[in-house]
């Protein structure tokens, strides 16, 4: 089957983007003393010059098309060897041959380009209406080496071209992946709210205490699903480039927001010792509801990763330049190479039996204390345990602003001696 018509254009551009043709057609003509020679792509019917270097003004320009029967390529294209006629005229296999006699050629060399696939590109070719010495070994060599060098650009060429395509799949199965994930957990709030519902209603008509343990194992699960969607929904924005927004006001008493999400945790864990020390002595300018998700997640996921009766500690303070909000529990300490992946989407504690969530709490967690122009760290050894720190400067938190999550992994660095950081500064 030939070439379409798009293919050929595309076969000519190709070659116009290799920049050393131009250069190989003029030192092939300097070299044989030739005065015309071209690249040319060369299918079933047709020859097509793609790069053309013209001493002889034969007119013959990139996009010229010649049937193939009409040329000698066509004899090169099907051995896929070399031909070389030094003098036509002279020659016992073309002196009679109607193709030179056609252009009144008498010197032609074609040599075939052959991509690493094996598939038959065209030739490079040289020719002119006088006889010249073309057949030695090292001109024949030359214009081989040539060809080669060529076809090895034409194979860079297809597999860059490749690897962008690859790229640009990628992220298109990446958006469209994105998409579902936030139509998916869009579309679940709506049961959840009604399964939640129906708990509230059985909750006020029960009485049987069994009963009602099935009733706030049905609610606390709904509640968990909730949690889950709304990390989902967050990821997704912040991937699909909203980034993770904030509502920020001024908050007189901050600590009555944190310390109930000490009480929640607490209630849903009352087998958990959790101290708390939260005394912030200023007004905070923040997302309250965004703050109280970070303690809630990093509460959270000190309980789940702690050591089993052992306290977890939260506390909170603002100091001359930050509000700083610290959670600590005692455990196994994170790898180093944790620590670097630790804020990345999707992870999870390597080294915890627990498989509890997506892995989004902490990533969540970082893209919200960036939304702040904050910062949020983690230390972990085995005498010290794993602290986490989120900073939030009190000074430039008027100006803050939601950020894009994708910025979020360009920015993180992992720190020496177990200390993983996110900043919001470049």
Not at 4 to 11: K, L, P, R, W, Y
Not at 52 to 58: A, K
Not at 101 to 114: A, D, G, H, M, R
Not at 392 to 421: E, F, H, N, W
Request: proline share 5%; with cysteine.
């Amino acid at each position: 089957m030939d070439a379409s018509a798009q293919e050929i254009t595309q076969a000519i551009a190709a070659i116009r983007h290799i920049d050393a043709v131009p250069t190989l057609l003029k030192v092939v003509c300097e070299i044989t003393g030739m005065r015309f020679a071209a690249v040319a792509r060369v299918t079933d019917a047709i020859w097509t010059a793609c790069a053309v270097q013209d001493d002889i003004q034969l007119g013959v320009t990139p996009g010229c098309q010649i049937a193939l029967n009409m040329t000698l390529c066509f004899e090169s294209r099907a051995s896929r060897a070399p031909i070389v006629i030094e003098h036509a005229s002279a020659d016992p296999r073309y002196q009679t041959h109607p193709i030179p006699k056609l252009y009144q050629i008498e010197s032609y060399v074609s040599v075939p380009i052959i991509l690493v696939s094996g598939r038959y590109f065209g030739s490079l070719c040289a020719l002119d209406l006088r006889p010249a010495k073309v057949a030695e070994a090292r001109i024949v060599s030359m214009f081989e080496h040539f060809a080669a060098l060529i076809a090895s650009q034409l194979d860079n060429q297809l597999l860059q071209e490749q690897e962008h395509r690859a790229l640009l799949d990628e992220r298109a199965a990446g958006e469209l992946r994105e998409q579902f994930i936030a139509i998916l957990g869009h579309d679940l709030r709506n049961p959840l709210r009604a399964v939640h519902a129906s708990g509230d209603m059985l909750e006020k008509k029960l009485t049987d205490p069994n009963s009602l343990a099935f009733v706030s194992r049905i609610k606390a699960n709904a509640r968990r699903m909730s949690a889950l969607i709304d990390d989902l929904l967050d990821f997704a924005r912040g991937r699909l480039g909203g980034g993770i927004g904030l509502e920020l006001t001024d908050v007189e008493n901050i600590n009555t927001g944190l310390a109930t999400v000490v009480q929640e945790l607490q209630d849903a864990q009352p087998g958990c010792e959790i101290i708390s020390h939260i005394s912030v002595n200023r007004a905070v300018r923040c997302d309250l509801g965004r703050l109280q998700q970070v303690a809630s997640n990093l509460l959270a996921n000190a309980l789940t990763h702690g050591l089993p009766h052992r306290p977890v500690k939260i506390s909170a303070r603002a100091d001359e330049n930050d509000l700083v909000l610290d959670v600590w529990n005692a455990g196994e300490p994170i790898s180093p190479e944790s620590l670097s992946k630790i804020f990345e989407p999707f992870w999870r504690h390597s080294v915890s039996a627990s498989r509890n969530g997506l892995g989004l709490g902490l990533h969540i967690c970082s893209q919200i204390v960036r939304a702040h122009a904050g910062r949020i760290s983690v230390t972990s050894t085995r005498e010290n345990g794993t602290q986490f720190t989120a900073r939030l400067p009190l000074s430039t938190m008027r100006g803050a602003t939601s950020i894009p999550v994708m910025a979020t992994l360009d920015a993180m660095a992992a720190q020496p001696k177990s200390v993983t950081s996110v900043s919001a500064s470049p």
